[in-house]
C-alpha cells in the first residue's frame, strides 16, 4: 500500500538498528528486555483493542468530517469566552511553529531567553493594563486564578486573623458561575467558609478575610467597587477583582480603586475560544505578596558576564522542593498562549487595543439603541460589551427560533432576560441580523444600523485616564515585517525539540507530529464557544467520545474525566473525587495521603490542596517503595487513611514487582489508590492502572500522548476512574457534565482544554493498538541502550530487580563533586555547549540528573548524546588528574556564549575550540546559548518582574547597580 505507516515516523530506532541496541544492553531480543523489565504478574494478557492504526493521510479525512459537525453560529455568549482574531502573524510563528510548541518551561535560562522575554512582555501587558505592581506568567484560567486569589489571601492572612480563625470569603452573586463553581471547590477542602451575596449589602465582619468581585459583572453591568473596597480594607479583608482583560483598556483598572488582586483570562487577545481553552488564566498583585503569589514569575538576573538575563524567579517555591508545604501548585501555566496573548499586545500596541475595545463598545452602544428604539428594556446603564435585554411581552422561545434560523447564539439568562455581548469580531451585519430578529418575534420593523454609533456608554467616572503599555517594545512592532522578524529573534534565543533530544527525566519531551497539531488552527474546532448548545458541537462530542473509549482501554478503567487541564489539575481532581467517595460512604474523616518519597512534588502539594495530610512512605537503598513501611503506616492511619499517591514505575525510574501488594494493602485499609500518570508512557499496551489495582489516575496527555509542552504549557491532566468512583465526576454549572453525585467545577470550562484534544486524538488513531504498544516498549528500549552505554562513566542510581531500567533513569553525578568539584548543574550547563537541553536537574534525588529519551529519538541522536555524555565525563576526569585548572576550566565556566567565545581579551586555560567544538559534528548544527549562566540568587533579591530593565538595556541606560 503506498500510504505510509505512522508508527514508523512516530518511533526513532529503525527495526534494523534495533538488534543492535539490544545487544548493547545484554538480551537477545527487545521482548527479551521487556519481559525482564515489566513484572510479569501485571503484564496486559491480551493486545490492547484500541483498533487499528491509521494512515497520516486517512486520519485527516477522518478528521474533516469530524469538524464538519460542527456548526460555526455567530456566538454573543460572552460569560467570559469571546470571538476574537488571531494575527496571522503570530498564528504562523507562534502557533503553529514547532520551535515555540515544542520548548520546555524554562528552567534552564540560559537556552530560554527568547521565550522568557515573551513572557515577561506578557507580565508587563497584565501589569500595565490592571493598575498593578506584580503578574506572574500565567494560570490555567480565570476561574482557577480565582480560587488562587483566594487561597493566596488566605495563607496571607495578618497574624491577627489566622489567630482569630478568620476563615470566610465573600463571593459576590454577579460573577461568572464557572468562578463561582471553581471557587466553592477549592474552599471546603482548605476549611474556608463561602458567603454570597451582593456587595452593596454584605456586612463584612472581622471573621471575612476576603472578597470577589466581578468586573463588568456577569450581568454585563460595570459597578463602582470603590466605596465596597475602602469598606473592606477598614475592616481588614482583602479584595480580589475577576477582570475581562480588554475592558481594562477603558475602564479605570482596580488597581487604581485598591484593588488587592486582579485575575481574569487572556484569551480575547488573539487566543481562539477553542469550545473552552486553552487559554492563559492571568494573575496580578500588589508588591506585598510578591513571596506568596502563586505559579511562576520571570525575573530579571544577570549573568556570568554581568549582562541582563531573565530566567524564572523565586524558583525555591518549586514544589518539588516544597512539597507537603506547599500551598498552591506550580505545574499550573499556559506558557504558549500566554506568549501568543504578549505577542497580541506587542503587535497592536495601546492605540490598537484601544482601537479593538472601542469597536467592541461601540458595537453594543449601537445595537444598545436600536433594542430600546424596539421597545425593548436594557437594564445596563454602564456596560463595556454586554447588555442585559428584558423582553416584556415577547417569549424568549420566539428568540431563541429566530436566533438559531439565523445562526446566532445568545445568553439566555432566564425567561424573560437575555444578554448579548459583542467582540473583536462583530461587524456590522452581525448587529442588523441581531436586531431583525428582536423585531421580528415583537412583531416590528426592523431599523437597521447603517453606521456605527460611537458613543460612550458609560458614566465618566469609570473612563481610564493612566497610560498603558507605554514602553517602546509595544510600539515598535506595527509592521508584519517588523513583528515577524522580532519573533524570529526571540525564537532563535530558544532550545527547542527542533534542536535536539530534550531527555528530561518524568516530562517525556517527544514528538509532536505536524499531522496531530493541524486541527490547532482549524476554525471548525477553534471558533466554538464552549456554552453552545451540544447540537452545534457533535464534532467535538464525536471526538470526546471515540478518545474516552480508547483512554477507557488504554487504563483499563470505566470512564474518563476531560476537565482538569494540567497534570496537577488531573492529581487534586483525583484526590477530590476520593474525598467525596468517601464523605458519601460516611468516612468524612478519611483525610491521610500516604506519599512515597519517590513520588512527583507535586502530588504533596495536590493532597494539601484537597485537604489531606501528607505521610510520607520511604524507600530503600535500591529506590523501591519500603513494602514494610508502607503496611506500618497504612495501618497506624487505618482509621484515617483516604489515599495512596503512587507513580508507576516510580519516579526512580524502577518498574516495583510488588506494586499490587502495595496497593492492597491501602484497599485492606480502608484507603483509595490514586496512580500519578506520569510515566504511563512506559505502560502504554504492557500493563494499565487498572491492572495494578488503581482507583482512579490522571493522564498527562502533554506527555503520553503527544500534545506539545508550549514552553510551559498548555498541559491536560484528564482522570479515569473505576465504576465506584464514577459517580464523583466533575460537573460545571452551565454545561451538564460530571457524574450523579459530583463534585463541582474543577476548571473555567466544562471539558476543559478541549482545543488539543484533537492532538491527542490524532495521535493514538494514527498509531493504534499495535503502535502504543511500541511505545512503550521502544521507550523502555531506548533508556535501557543509554543506561548501558553510559556504563562505567555514570552509575545508574537505581534499577529494577533484574537490573533494568524502565523508560527513565537516575543518573549519579554525586561523585563528582568530591573528586572535581563538579556538581551535576555543571554538567548541565556543559550539556548546552554540545547542543543539548538539559536533563531533568536534582529530581527526585538532589545531586543527580533525571534522563528520559523517549521512543521518538533515533539511535543516532542517542550516540550523539552518550558522546557527549562521555566526553563530559573525561572533561570532569581531567579537572579531576589536576590536567587542567580547578576552578577555571570548561565545566565550571559554561555555557560558553558566542559573545564570550569571539571576545578579543580571551584569558582562559584552555582552547575556545574546545569551549564551543568539543565535537566535531557540533559545527554543523551549533546552538549557541544567548547568555552565560545566570546569577539565580542575585535575581531573588532584587526581583524585577516587567520590561523596563529589557528597554533600558537596549538603550544602554541599565545598571545593575542601580538595584544596590
Excluded at 525539540?497 to 490547532?520: D, P, Q, R, V, W
Excluded at 479515569?720 to 454545561?735: A, R
Excluded at 554540545?834 to 531533568?840: L, M, S
Excluded at 560558553?896 to 559545527?923: G, S
Aim: charged fraction near 25%.
Amino acid at each position: 500500500m503506498a500510504l505510509d505507516n505512522f508508527i514508523q515516523r512516530h518511533n526513532g530506532p529503525r527495526d534494523h538498528e534495533i538488534s543492535k541496541m539490544v545487544e548493547k544492553i545484554g538480551v537477545s531480543s527487545l521482548d527479551e528486555l521487556i519481559d525482564k523489565t515489566v513484572p510479569p504478574a501485571i503484564r496486559l494478557k491480551e493486545p490492547m483493542a484500541v483498533g487499528k492504526a491509521m494512515s497520516e493521510y486517512e486520519y485527516s479525512n477522518k478528521l474533516r468530517r469530524i469538524a464538519a459537525k460542527n456548526k460555526l453560529y455567530k456566538s454573543f455568549i460572552g460569560l467570559g469566552y469571546y470571538d476574537t482574531i488571531t494575527p496571522a502573524v503570530i498564528q504562523r510563528n507562534i502557533l503553529e511553529n514547532p520551535s515555540w510548541y515544542t520548548s520546555y518551561t524554562p528552567y534552564q535560562a540560559e537556552i530560554s531567553q527568547g521565550r522568557l522575554e515573551a513572557l515577561l512582555n506578557f507580565q508587563t501587558v497584565i501589569s500595565d493594563l490592571t493598575g498593578m505592581q506584580l503578574a506572574n506568567a500565567s494560570l490555567l484560567d480565570e476561574s482557577t486564578a480565582a480560587s488562587e486569589a483566594m487561597i493566596m489571601l488566605y495563607n496571607a492572612r495578618p497574624r491577627k486573623q489566622a489567630k482569630a480563625g478568620a476563615n470566610v470569603f465573600f463571593i459576590d452573586e454577579n460573577m461568572f458561575p464557572q468562578n463561582i463553581d471553581v471557587i466553592e471547590a477549592r474552599a471546603v477542602p482548605l476549611g474556608i467558609e463561602v458567603v454570597k451575596g451582593s456587595f452593596k449589602s454584605v456586612e463584612l465582619n472581622d471573621k471575612i478575610f476576603g472578597a470577589i468581585v466581578q468586573y463588568p459583572a456577569v450581568d454585563g453591568k460595570v459597578e463602582d467597587y470603590k466605596e465596597f473596597v475602602e469598606k473592606a480594607h477598614a475592616n481588614e479583608t482583602a479584595v480580589a477583582v475577576a477582570a475581562d482583560i480588554m475592558s481594562l483598556v477603558l475602564l479605570t483598572p482596580p488597581g487604581e480603586w485598591g484593588a488587592d488582586v486582579v485575575v481574569g483570562s487572556t484569551q480575547r487577545f488573539g487566543i481562539p475560544m477553542g469550545y473552552g481553552g486553552p487559554h492563559a488564566g492571568y494573575f496580578a498583585t500588589s508588591e506585598k505578596y510578591k513571596r506568596n503569589i502563586p505559579g511562576r514569575i520571570i525575573g530579571v538576573s544577570k549573568d556570568a558576564q554581568n549582562k541582563l538575563a531573565l530566567r524564572m524567579a523565586l524558583q525555591t517555591r518549586e514544589q518539588h522542593i516544597k512539597r507537603e508545604r506547599a500551598t498552591s501548585n506550580i505545574c499550573t501555566a499556559q506558557a504558549l498562549l500566554a506568549t501568543m496573548a504578549g505577542m497580541y499586545a506587542v503587535y497592536h500596541g495601546a492605540e490598537g487595543l484601544k482601537r479593538i475595545a472601542l469597536h467592541i463598545h461601540y458595537m453594543a452602544v449601537t445595537l444598545n439603541e436600536k433594542l430600546q428604539a424596539l421597545g425593548f428594556e436594557q437594564e445596563n446603564k454602564d456596560f463595556f460589551d454586554t447588555l442585559k435585554v428584558k423582553l416584556g411581552n415577547v417569549k424568549l422561545a420566539d428568540i431563541q427560533k429566530l436566533a438559531l434560523q439565523r445562526e446566532i447564539n445568545l445568553n439566555y439568562i432566564d425567561d424573560n432576560t437575555i444578554g448579548i455581548s459583542t467582540d473583536e469580531t462583530t461587524l456590522l451585519t452581525d448587529l442588523n441580523d441581531v436586531i431583525e430578529v428582536f423585531a421580528q418575534a415583537a412583531e416590528k420593523k426592523a431599523d437597521v444600523a447603517c453606521h456605527i454609533n460611537e458613543k460612550i456608554g458609560l458614566n465618566s467616572k469609570f473612563k481610564r485616564t493612566s497610560e498603558f503599555l507605554t514602553l517602546e517594545i509595544f510600539s515598535r512592532y506595527r509592521s508584519e515585517t517588523e513583528m515577524m522578524r522580532y519573533i524570529k529573534k526571540l525564537e532563535r534565543k530558544d532550545f527547542s525539540l527542533t534542536h535536539s533530544m530534550i531527555s528530561l527525566g518524568s516530562c517525556t519531551m517527544k514528538l509532536n507530529a505536524a499531522n496531530e497539531m493541524f486541527a490547532m488552527s482549524w476554525p471548525e474546532f477553534g471558533g466554538l464557544h464552549p456554552f453552545v448548545p451540544a447540537d452545534q458541537a457533535e464534532g467535538y462530542h464525536q471526538l470526546f467520545k471515540e478518545l474516552e473509549e480508547d483512554l477507557k482501554v488504554i487504563t483499563g478503567f470505566d470512564a474518563i474525566s476531560f476537565q482538569p487541564n494540567s497534570g496537577a489539575a488531573g492529581e487534586y481532581t483525583g484526590l477530590m473525587v476520593i474525598r467525596e467517595y468517601h464523605i458519601e460512604n460516611g468516612q468524612e474523616h478519611r483525610d491521610v495521603a500516604l506519599i512515597p518519597s519517590s513520588a512527583h512534588g507535586t502530588n504533596p502539594a495536590s493532597a494539601v490542596m484537597a485537604g489531606m495530610k501528607v505521610v510520607v512512605v520511604e524507600c530503600d537503598e535500591n529506590g523501591n517503595i519500603d513494602i514494610e513501611d508502607l503496611k506500618k503506616k497504612a495501618e497506624e492511619h487505618k482509621e484515617n487513611l483516604a489515599a495512596w499517591m503512587v507513580t508507576y514505575p516510580s519516579t526512580h525510574g524502577v518498574f516495583e514487582s510488588q506494586i499490587r501488594e502495595m496497593n492492597q494493602i491501602v484497599h485492606d485499609n480502608g484507603g483509595l489508590v490514586y496512580m500519578d500518570g506520569a510515566n504511563m508512557n512506559a505502560q502504554l499496551g504492557l500493563t494499565n492502572p487498572a491492572s495494578i489495582g488503581a482507583d482512579v489516575c490522571h493522564l498527562n496527555l502533554h506527555k503520553t500522548f503527544a500534545i506539545p509542552h508550549g514552553g510551559g504549557g498548555p498541559g491536560v491532566g484528564p482522570i479515569g476512574v473505576n465504576e465506584k468512583l464514577l459517580p464523583y465526576l466533575p460537573s460545571h454549572p452551565v454545561v451538564k457534565t460530571g457524574g450523579e453525585k459530583a463534585i463541582k467545577a474543577v476548571s473555567a470550562a466544562p471539558w476543559g482544554s478541549a482545543h488539543v484534544l484533537t492532538i491527542s486524538h490524532a495521535f493514538i488513531k494514527m498509531m493504534g493498538g499495535e503502535g502504543l504498544t511500541s511505545v512503550g516498549k521502544i521507550a523502555i528500549l531506548n533508556a535501557n541502550y543509554l543506561a548501558a552505554s553510559l556504563k562505567g562513566y555514570y552509575d545508574i542510581l537505581y534499577t529494577g530487580e533484574t537490573g533494568y531500567v524502565a523508560h527513565e533513569m537516575i543518573v549519579e553525578c554525586r561523585n563528582f563533586k568530591p573528586m572535581a568539584n563538579i556538581t551535576e548543574a555543571d554538567i548541565a550547563k556543559r550539556l548546552m555547549d554540545y547542543g543539548f537541553h538539559a536533563p531533568t536537574l536534582s529530581f527526585p534525588v538532589h545531586g543527580t540528573l533525571m534522563v528520559e529519551p523517549t521512543e521518538s529519538e533515533s539511535l543516532q541522536e542517542l550516540d550523539r548524546f552518550i558522546e557527549s555524555m562521555i566526553a563530559i565525563y573525561n572533561e570532569i576526569i581531567e579537572v579531576k588528574d589536576g590536567k587542567v585548572d580547578a576552578e577555571n576550566n570548561v565545566v565550571r565556566n559554561a555555557p560558553h556564549t558566542q559573545d564570550v567565545v569571539v571576545a578579543n581579551d580571551w584569558d582562559r586555560p584552555y582552547e575556545r575550540e574546545k569551549a564551543a567544538f568539543p565535537l566535531n559534528w557540533i559545527r554543523e548544527n551549533k546552538f549557541w546559548p544567548t547568555v552565560s549562566r545566570i546569577d539565580d540568587g542575585f535575581g531573588d533579591r532584587n526581583l524585577i518582574c516587567s520590561c523596563a530593565p529589557i528597554e533600558e538595556y537596549r538603550e544602554g541606560k541599565f545598571s545593575f547597580e542601580n538595584l544596590k
